[in-house]
């Protein structure tokens, strides 16, 4: 082949190739294909049905009737769900509850769990596993009809007091303990926060341990001065997700309850107390008003928190977060 042969015929026809503009058209068009699954589950899962229940919250609608005939109230809902219904109140202390005492409990577990995990030994991973094993199961219904049948009169938990001559309660119906069995089950599934947890310390570097050994901290200044401000950042990840999960429980309430709430309204949960309203008074128009100042309060209190953090959480690269 010669020189000659590589120059263009002037007479042939010019080769048209797509300008900058028309290429990322297409890559746009493209794009836009691949993440319409998406958009459309979000338009048709979840933006659409948001934006009806924030109109049904201003009406009386019941789910017997078409959206069509549903009465305009205006503010009733809420006034009636500030003002007139004890239920709603005492479901927001219930819940309150539930998270004040559930989310520091579950997260001290993960780290105390995951402080005895970061070690090098044989089989180390076979009990990383066994601990995590539990969060897999999640917020089951099976996993909690097994703890309502452990943590009832004739369960597994009183045969392990009647060994040491206790006389157990029906922990599940009494109206002082049921809740408390419901934190037990939400601080028993710590595997989640516990691989975060343990994840962080794997970065924390040996070097500020070792200059800590040589000028004589024990281990719990090493603890406090050194592994708490290198995790903060993980802390604060999991206590973020752990308290919005706190706030949410459902499953175990449900399933305790039998859908009641019961015994005596002790572990009314919020989003149990909505259900309530909504799937079996068929009140959906109170119901959907409930939901939207969960989501107020849930982001609220998200917001407060990353105000907060920044007085307590270190970054290793000393940035601004």
Do not use: C
Not at 10 to 24: F, K, T
Not at 55 to 75: C, E, N, Q, R
Not at 193 to 213: H, N, R, T
Not at 290 to 302: D, H, P, R
């Amino acid at each position: 082949m010669t020189a000659s042969t590589l120059t263009r015929d002037p007479a042939a026809p010019a080769v048209h190739r797509p300008g900058r503009r028309v290429r990322r058209r297409r890559e746009n068009v493209a794009g836009y294909v691949f993440l319409s699954p998406w958009l459309l589950g979000l338009l048709g899962i979840t933006a659409i049905p948001m934006l009806i229940s924030l109109y049904l919250s201003f009406t009386d609608y019941s789910p017997l009737i078409s959206l069509g005939d549903a009465s305009w109230v205006g503010l009733d809902n809420y006034r009636r769900m500030f003002t007139a219904d004890q239920s709603y109140w005492h479901a927001v202390t219930v819940t309150i509850t539930f998270a004040l005492v559930a989310v520091p409990l579950k997260l001290a577990a993960a780290l105390g769990v995951a402080l005895l995990l970061n070690r090098t030994m044989r089989g180390i991973s076979v009990f990383r596993g066994l601990f995590y094993l539990p969060s897999l199961l999640g917020g089951s219904v099976a996993l909690a009809i097994v703890w309502v049948s452990m943590f009832n009169r004739e369960g597994a938990f009183n045969s392990f007091l009647a060994l040491f001559g206790i006389e157990g309660l029906p922990w599940v119906n009494d109206p002082d303990w049921a809740l408390y069995t419901l934190i037990l089950l939400a601080v028993w599934q710590f595997g989640a926060p516990m691989v975060i947890f343990l994840a962080g310390l794997k970065q924390v570097p040996v070097e500020l341990y070792e200059a800590a050994s040589v000028d004589g901290a024990s281990a719990w200044r090493k603890f406090v001065h050194i592994t708490l401000p290198m995790l903060s950042p993980v802390i604060f990840f999991n206590l973020v997700l752990e308290t919005i999960n706190g706030f949410q429980g459902f499953t175990s309430a449900f399933v305790l309850s039998n859908g009641t709430g019961g015994p005596v309204d002790s572990t009314l949960m919020y989003t149990l107390n909505l259900y309530i309203k909504g799937f079996v008074e068929l009140d959906m128009g109170y119901a959907s008003a409930m939901a939207w100042v969960f989501l107020l309060v849930i982001g609220a209190i998200t917001v407060l928190l990353f105000s907060t953090g920044r007085f307590w959480v270190h970054y290793s690269d000393n940035e601004e977060r």
